[in-house]
């Protein structure tokens, strides 16, 4: 690590190929990992392999889809790496970020401007050091959103499951009380009352993430279009607005 705490982009790039998905080589997307080889995958590249293969497609141990584990300590790599990646420049992998090109719309360290003459002639502004703090708080902030938004997208899916097994077991139960016409009523009506109730959670769920997306769709434009203080703090305000507070 850098004496002004910035990791090298060397180090983050080797940090980045310890969670790639053996199967597409991209970033774990949703982040799976095997019990019997620890190797991650993408949760929708193993589904896909486990559909026409059972084995594992690294230790080709026998194996089915329940083999494959939420990795959450791979989703915390990449939160941590597109923080650590947002405070490296781009063309000096061990320069951070400290000036502003409002010309290309992007950051810049001064390596860029004295050493490699890119940017003189060019409108650009010093990022001081409330701005950089306002940046990583709402990077923080949008990172929580985009956790939120998968924990909702987690819980839809098990309640789908649910409702699921629940009309199964309720076509099961019809089938054998068919003959017992007061058991059949009293077993319609405590389906049809739990599958309201799971109707209503569902419902529920779709609301908050569809509002999440809204909001980080807005966030991630404001974001990419910012270019002064007053920009990030009414992101900031944004941010504020939907999720707890949280610590700088």
Excluded at 128 to 152: A, M, P, Q, V, W
Excluded at 211 to 235: G, H, P, T, V, W
């Amino acid at each position: 690590m850098s004496q002004d705490g910035v990791i090298p982009l060397v180090e983050i790039d080797s940090l980045s190929k310890e969670i790639e998905c053996i199967m597409c080589l991209n970033t774990a997307n949703d982040s799976r990992m095997c019990i019997h080889c620890s190797v991650i995958v993408c949760a929708k590249c193993i589904e896909i392999w486990i559909s026409k293969q059972k084995t594992c497609p690294h230790c080709f141990h026998p194996v089915q889809e329940t083999d494959f584990v939420k990795c959450r300590l791979v989703d915390k790599i990449i939160e941590f790496i597109e923080v650590a990646k947002s405070n490296i420049c781009s063309n000096h992998a061990k320069e951070t970020p400290r000036v502003y090109c409002s010309t290309c719309k992007k950051y810049v360290c001064f390596e860029c401007i004295v050493t490699d003459g890119q940017h003189v002639d060019h409108d650009y502004k010093y990022i001081d050091e409330d701005y950089r703090k306002i940046i990583s708080l709402n990077h923080k902030l949008l990172g929580f959103l985009r956790k939120r938004r998968k924990n909702n997208q987690d819980n839809l899916t098990t309640l789908e499951l649910s409702i699921q097994v629940l009309l199964n077991d309720h076509n099961d139960n019809i089938n054998r009380a068919n003959t017992v016409q007061q058991t059949t009523e009293l077993l319609i009506k405590e389906t049809q009352r739990l599958f309201d109730n799971y109707q209503q959670k569902k419902q529920a769920y779709v609301d908050v993430i569809k509002i999440d997306e809204m909001i980080i769709k807005d966030i991630e434009q404001r974001l990419s279009e910012s270019q002064n203080l007053s920009d990030q703090e009414e992101i900031l305000q944004i941010l504020q607005e939907h999720t707890p507070s949280m610590p700088e």
